[in-house]
């Protein structure tokens, strides 16, 4: 089974609000990374944070990780129409890296 | 810089044959990863090569193997081709191994097996 789950599978959002999205793991960690997929430009990597890192931001994003529960977040401010897309965690450990099944978001106009 | 790139793009084989699909990394990228994404599996990690060496692979059957190439270019080769490997190969790239660096993907070949 894939190492990280992303909650939920599909969230539905106006424009202008925020999106949440969260990932869970089984195992320890030596980074996290969380891209976005869409039919447009395949799949972009849009923040890692290390084992020992708890909070990053970057731009409209800020990423959280809980490694005492083995779990982080993704939140997109102020979305936009062109924040539609799939959003995958991947989990690194021992040199492997690991997907889940992705959150697909839809920024309705 | 230019991107991550893979050729092709799009490729229909038979069963039972064979494929090799290529990924240039980004210059200056030493590590190489590929992955299978399947509606059903999802994106699955094959192999991860850095600096000409295999560091670690997923769970595929022999039948998928790889190589990287001494200017970090890297090849993929999938013999005896079956209907369940149709699927969007993708190819990333890194500074360092994946366990401590971000990745870059490239655009991916779609292979369909009949």
């Known amino acids: 089974s894939q190492q990280g789950e992303e909650d939920p599978q599909a969230l539905s959002i106006q424009e202008g609000e925020n999106a949440t999205m969260n990932c869970s793991y089984k195992?320890?960690?030596?980074?996290l990374q969380w891209y976005r997929q869409n039919s447009g430009r395949g799949l972009v990597h849009l923040i890692l944070?290390?084992?020992?890192?708890r909070e990053k931001h970057s731009g409209r994003l800020r990423v959280t990780l809980d490694t005492s529960k083995k779990s982080s977040s993704l939140l997109i401010t102020a979305s936009r129409a062109a924040d539609t897309a799939s959003y995958f965690c991947?989990?690194?450990?021992?040199?492997?890296?690991?997907f889940g099944d992705g959150t697909t978001l839809t920024v309705k106009p | 810089k230019a991107g991550v790139t893979q050729t092709p793009r799009y490729l229909i084989k038979t069963r039972g044959q064979q494929v090799t699909l290529s990924c240039s990394p980004i210059?200056?990228?030493?590590?190489v990863s590929w992955y299978q994404q399947t509606p059903g599996q999802g994106l699955q990690f094959l192999f991860e090569?850095?600096?000409?060496?295999?560091?670690n692979k997923g769970n595929f059957p022999g039948r998928f193997s790889g190589r990287q190439f001494s200017n970090s270019r890297s090849e993929m080769n999938v013999s005896t081709l079956e209907l369940g490997d149709s699927a969007l190969y993708l190819c990333?790239?890194?500074?360092?191994?994946?366990?401590?660096?971000?990745?870059?993907f490239g655009p991916g070949t779609r292979l369909t097996v009949t």
């Open positions: 991947a989990t690194s450990n021992a040199g492997k890296s690991t």
């Open positions: 195992t320890s960690i030596n980074n």
């Open positions: 944070i290390r084992s020992n890192e």
């Open positions: 210059s200056g990228h030493r590590s």
């Open positions: 090569y850095f600096s000409e060496t295999q560091r």
């Open positions: 990333a790239s890194s500074l360092g191994q994946v366990s401590s660096y971000e990745q870059y």
